[in-house]
């Protein structure tokens, strides 16, 4: 696996792009791998938090960053 797959820029999306994007990427990794998100848009919180607990996947971690991008570390179920 590269390491660019454990990463996904979403900076600039809008909902629901960023949240569509980490499904496709999550479904190439393996179970328990993590995946770093960079997202600005401000529904990224609210529709990452949603999507995890539809889906089973682990929201391991979300900090806010100096550049308006919110990055959030997601555990693959």
């Given at each position: 696996m590269d390491e660019t797959d454990l990463l996904l820029d979403a900076r600039g999306l809008k909902c629901p792009l960023p949240v569509l994007k980490a499904r496709k990427r999550l479904n190439g990794l393996a179970s328990g791998a993590l995946?770093?998100?960079?997202?600005?848009?401000?529904?990224?919180?609210?529709?990452?938090?949603?999507f995890?607990?539809?889906?089973?996947?682990?929201?391991?971690?979300?900090?806010?960053?100096?550049?308006?991008?919110?990055t959030f570390t997601i555990r693959r179920k």
């Open positions: 995946l770093t998100v960079l997202a600005t848009d401000p529904a990224a919180p609210k529709d990452f938090a949603a995890c607990e539809a889906t089973g996947h682990t929201l391991a971690g979300v900090q806010n960053g100096p550049d308006d991008a919110t």
